[in-house]
């Protein structure tokens, strides 16, 4: 472990410091009217779908808004893309698992995607330290408000590539679990409120 001054804390020798603007790009949601119509249908994300979840969004919450395609596609977002929200949950941190296609963010959201995919694990879990948060102090950073600049200005130390590929290979094992759950509890949430209906007006019996 060597003392860094950039940062004034301490990480492991071989490690870099560097703003996330220079390794990220940033985009602000889009601000759009209910009332002009589009001829292209997109699924949005809105905060409640980030205050609703912890790490994955749950693309089947998300509000469904007709707009004109050269509009709606500037906002579409990637598989490599890291959401975060402006309000609500100040820098709470949000991923999606396989997006489909015209999947956009509204204007109280920042889209952050890495120049390197290899880092997207790497920095939604760095970043989640500083939810919920208007003014966190974590070794050396303070984000005291969440807006493009604040997020390019943050110091985040970054493990060597091949430390990286052994990190987002052990993240991959364990958010494949995690999803396979969430999966497996929407299937038996459904059957539940199938069957407990059943089950009080006597169309379904359980044997001793």
């Keep these: 472990m060597v003392w860094n001054e950039n940062i004034n804390h301490i990480i492991p020798a071989g490690w870099q410091v560097k703003?996330?603007?220079?390794?990220?790009?940033?985009?602000?949601g889009i601000n759009y009217n209910k009332n002009v119509e589009g001829n292209t249908t997109y699924k949005i994300i809105n905060v409640r779908n980030i205050s609703s979840?912890?790490?994955f969004l749950d693309e089947s919450n998300f509000d469904e808004i007709c707009l004109p395609r050269q509009q709606g596609d500037k906002y579409c977002v990637s598989d490599e893309s890291i959401i975060i929200?402006?309000?609500g949950i100040p820098g709470a941190t949000r991923i999606l698992?396989?997006?489909s296609s015209n999947i956009i963010f509204c204007g109280f959201i920042i889209c952050c995607t890495p120049y390197n995919n290899t880092l997207q694990n790497y920095l939604t879990l760095y970043l989640k330290q500083f939810e919920g948060s208007s003014a966190t102090q974590t070794g050396g950073s303070i984000l005291k408000n969440v807006s493009q600049e604040t997020l390019?200005?943050?110091?985040?130390?970054?493990?060597p590539q091949s430390l990286l590929n052994q990190f987002n290979d052990s993240v991959s094992h364990i958010?494949?679990?995690?999803i396979g759950n969430i999966k497996e509890n929407v299937q038996l949430t459904t059957l539940r409120d199938w069957l407990l209906p059943m089950l009080m007006n006597g169309q379904a019996t359980i044997e001793d």
């Design 19 to 28: 703003p996330m603007g220079t390794i990220c790009s940033f985009r602000n």
């Design 53 to 55: 979840s912890t790490l």
């Design 85 to 87: 929200a402006r309000s």
């Design 97 to 99: 698992c396989n997006p």
């Design 152 to 159: 390019k200005n943050l110091l985040v130390p970054i493990p």
């Design 175 to 178: 958010y494949n679990l995690i």
